[in-house]
């Protein structure tokens, strides 16, 4: 809710009091008018429309320069966002304005996520400014507001009605953007036609509800103006950067066979209308409803995507900080818990483990056992074994000595029969 | 000149003095010219292009008739995911004893969704259609009232609000070159200045050629032409493709009443050639050309149409080979479905108990040698 919007109510308990002479803060507009002359003003516009539409045409005409646009190529695959900024001077006021182009809007065969990269560059505009109001340390008023202030939607000439691709994005872009639909090439459509077509599209927008700006009533300045104008909403504009000699002067012109359109003339088109709305009058409006409508409403969104809000659960008004308080102790509550969990699950696997171990190691040491038992086994029996042998062998060593002896014997008592014959014999 | 004085002027004379060399056979062209009254033309032309440029209010002023009297716009919503339809109106014109049987058909939806990706199959289903019809009744037994629905021409409306050409046009023109004459135009040409037309013509042709787009071009004059009758139709041919207006209220401008577009700045005339080329536009489609559109839509687009029919037939019945000279439009003219399964039943049958035939041979052949 813009807080500029409501009038000063007087507050109860507040009494107004009558001035005896001249203070001087009348003077505080003019204070306000210095400071922002000095710091210069910031504007953004977004122009979304068909490659050749006459985008860079019509922003080279509105302000009186030359953007040095180059013409795309109708083969982009997908939609894409040029930003240009530039700085402008006119007598003593500064303007730093940014110029986007889409490039290649409407020229692919499937056009069902042609608004998401514009909508996507939008929402980065306003993600940038909270981060930076979010900041700890910020300088607003030394940032440079990308945020778009006014999207001028090029709507082609067809005569009949609105094209299905521009309803599907505007719908997409009314919450997001200040919508000022312009009909594009209004030289192709007489004047009759014209107003047919003019009825019928804002009946389409109306009848699918999509929002686009209107012009501010509030202020009685401009209200009457204002209220005109929104009755010749969209703007059927015609863009040249050409002159041609009409009458003694030259003119921003289009020269045809059959006739010259003026672009300033307002019998031709509704060139004039758009300017001084757009630029003389409610630029600075487009600014503030960007702020305090789009802006405010994308800022909720977001922070309520986080979980914040503005009333605690006993509908007492809770301020960010404690929210912010309370949303880390949550955290650091779910961390601890988590990193216990981590805990206890290494812990269950580690013993798992060494309980894999200890009954690996059990059998090891088993079958080192049993191993070892038939080891012995074998032993044993080879050492009886060996125990027969040496019995058998002692045996016959013994048999073999008797043997021995017994045949010695004979041996000698032989001898000595011999022996005896031997001696006998002799004598 | 029209062809009939053309033609007219060079049949011989009887003072001539030359009467035994005088056959008779030059007044041939007159006895065509008097068949072809009483028998009557018919065209079909197509109009294909996005909604809101203009198809109906060219149509109108072409053959300067109301067309389209009630018909309902759709809503953008409702055109959101609206498919491609295909209309077609048919009147009856006559014009000095020449009757014509004009067939427009219409492709309301084309390109209007958000989603076209192969929005130009109904429109190619649309002209196969025509093309499998005629061939069938071609090739019927009863061929005395054979109804000529084919597409002989379609305009295809490109917008003027871009630098030239875009995807959807391209894949558009190129699904549909070989199967109808196309013709592009520039639509409401009102909001382009000349150089700005001329820069974009050049560039539409540059871009035509680099991507391979075969629009129907005119044929060449004859050689023996004068060359005045060169020059212009060289004048024509480097003017495509044409940027047309159309209108379908008549204005009062210097003392006379003229169709055009009344605006503040002035007013356009839809048939000053200075303006437009709305009269070139009429001059080769209605008034010299329609009959070559006719001839290259039979001779060259149904004629490939119906080579392509027959052979994707012909491959079906490969099998046979006991036919010796392919006749495959009799199964045609009464397309049963019931016929045709059996035929596929017996062809597979044949095809198993010919490579069973073929095995044996083979065993044969081994236990012989």
Redesign the interface.
């Known amino acids: 809710m813009a807080s500029s919007d409501v009038a000063r109510q007087p507050d109860q308990g507040v009494r107004p009091l009558s001035l005896a002479g001249h203070v001087g803060f009348d003077s505080l507009p003019d204070q306000l008018v210095n400071k922002s002359i000095c710091q210069g003003f910031c504007f953004n516009i977004l122009c979304i429309g068909e490659t050749g539409i006459g985008k860079s045409t019509l922003m080279d005409t509105l302000f009186n320069t030359n953007f040095e646009n180059f013409e795309s190529s109708h083969f982009e695959p997908q939609v894409k966002l040029r930003a240009q900024t530039y700085d402008l001077q006119e007598s003593n006021v500064r303007l730093r304005l940014t110029v986007v182009n889409t490039v290649g809007f409407g020229d692919q065969m499937n056009k069902q996520e042609s608004y998401q990269p514009v909508v996507d560059y939008i929402d980065r505009q306003f993600e940038s400014y909270l981060q930076e109001e979010l900041k700890i340390k910020r300088s607003l008023h030394n940032y440079h507001d990308s945020r778009v202030h006014a999207c001028l939607y090029f709507i082609s000439p067809s005569g009949h009605s609105l094209k299905s691709l521009d309803l599907v994005t505007m719908k997409k872009l009314d919450s997001k953007v200040n919508i000022i639909p312009v009909i594009a090439k209004a030289d192709t459509i007489s004047k009759s036609e014209l107003h047919k077509f003019k009825i019928k599209i804002m009946s389409e927008l109306v009848s699918n509800g999509v929002q686009i700006y209107q012009f501010p009533l509030d202020d009685e300045t401009v209200a009457k103006v204002n209220t005109t104008m929104n009755g010749h909403l969209p703007f059927a504009v015609v863009g040249s950067t050409e002159e041609v000699s009409v009458g003694n002067k030259m003119v921003k012109a289009r020269q045809y066979p059959w006739g010259v359109v003026q672009v300033e003339n307002e019998n031709h088109c509704d060139f004039v209308k758009l300017r001084e709305m757009l630029i003389c009058v409610n630029m600075e409006d487009l600014r503030e409803q960007t702020h305090t409508r789009h802006y405010e409403l994308y800022r909720r969104c977001k922070l309520e995507e986080m979980g914040f809000k503005d009333t605690g659960p006993e509908c007492k008004p809770v301020s960010l900080q404690q929210t912010y308080e309370a949303k880390r102790q949550e955290f650091l509550v779910e961390l601890q818990k988590r990193e216990d969990e981590m805990r206890q699950m290494f812990v269950q696997r580690v013993k798992e483990k060494e309980s894999e171990l200890k009954e690996a190691e059990r059998e090891l040491q088993s079958r080192f056992e049993q191993l070892k038992r038939l080891h012995a086994d074998e032993k044993a029996a080879l050492e009886e074994k060996k125990r027969l042998l040496d019995d058998d062998q002692s045996s016959f060593s013994k048999r073999r000595a008797a043997a021995q002896l017994l045949q010695a014997q004979s041996l000698t008592a032989n001898g000595k029969k011999d022996k005896d014959r031997k001696n006998s014999g002799f004598m | 000149m029209t062809t009939s004085s053309r033609y007219r002027s060079r049949a011989p004379r009887s003072e001539d003095g030359e009467e035994k060399d005088y056959v008779g056979f030059a007044t041939l062209p007159n006895q065509v010219h008097r068949k072809s009254v009483k028998k009557g033309f018919d065209f079909t032309l197509m109009v294909a292009g996005?909604?809101?440029?203009?198809k109906s209010t060219l149509v109108n002023s072409l053959f300067l008739t109301d067309l389209h009297k009630d018909r309902k716009?759709l809503?953008?919503?409702e055109?959101?995911?609206?498919t491609v339809e295909i209309t077609k109106h048919t009147v009856d014109i006559e014009e000095k004893g020449v009757k014509l049987k004009l067939t427009i058909v219409d492709t309301p939806g084309f390109g209007?969704?958000?989603?076209?990706?192969e929005?130009w199959r109904a429109v190619t289903g649309y002209i196969d259609q025509q093309f499998e019809h005629y061939f069938r009744d071609e090739s019927g037994l009863n061929r005395k009232n054979i109804q000529d629905n084919r597409v002989h021409c379609c305009l295809y409306f490109i917008?003027?609000?871009?630098?030239?050409?875009?995807?959807?046009d391209i894949?558009f023109m190129k699904a549909l070159q070989d199967k109808v004459n196309v013709v592009p135009l520039i639509a409401?040409a009102?909001?382009l200045?000349?150089t700005e037309i001329k820069k974009l013509k050049e560039r539409l042709r540059e871009e035509i050629d680099k991507y391979g787009i075969k629009i129907y071009q005119f044929p060449d004059c004859d050689s023996d032409e004068d060359e005045d009758f060169k020059r212009q139709d060289k004048e024509l041919k480097d003017s495509t493709p044409f940027a047309v207006i159309g209108s379908n209220t008549v204005v009062e401008t210097r003392g006379q009443r003229v169709r055009g577009?009344?605006?503040?700045?002035?007013?356009?005339?839809v048939e000053?050639p200075?303006?437009c080329d709305f009269v070139k536009l009429r001059n080769i489609l209605i008034r010299t050309h329609m009959h070559d559109l006719k001839d290259i839509t039979s001779d060259c687009h149904y004629e490939n149409y119906r080579a392509q029919c027959i052979q994707t037939m012909t491959s079906k019945m490969n099998a046979d080979k006991r036919v010796e000279s392919p006749i495959p439009l009799l199964p045609l003219s009464t397309p049963n479905d019931e016929a045709e399964k059996l035929i596929k039943k017996k062809d597979e049958e044949l095809k198993r108990m010919q490579q069973m035939l073929q095995k044996m041979q083979q065993q044969m052949h081994e236990q012989d040698l």
């Open positions: 996005e909604s809101g440029l203009g716009l809503n953008a919503e055109r959101i995911s609206q209007d969704a958000v989603n076209n990706t929005c917008p003027p609000f871009g630098h030239g050409l875009r995807p959807v894949e409401k009102d909001c200045t000349p577009r009344l605006y503040p700045w002035g007013i356009v005339e000053n200075a303006h």
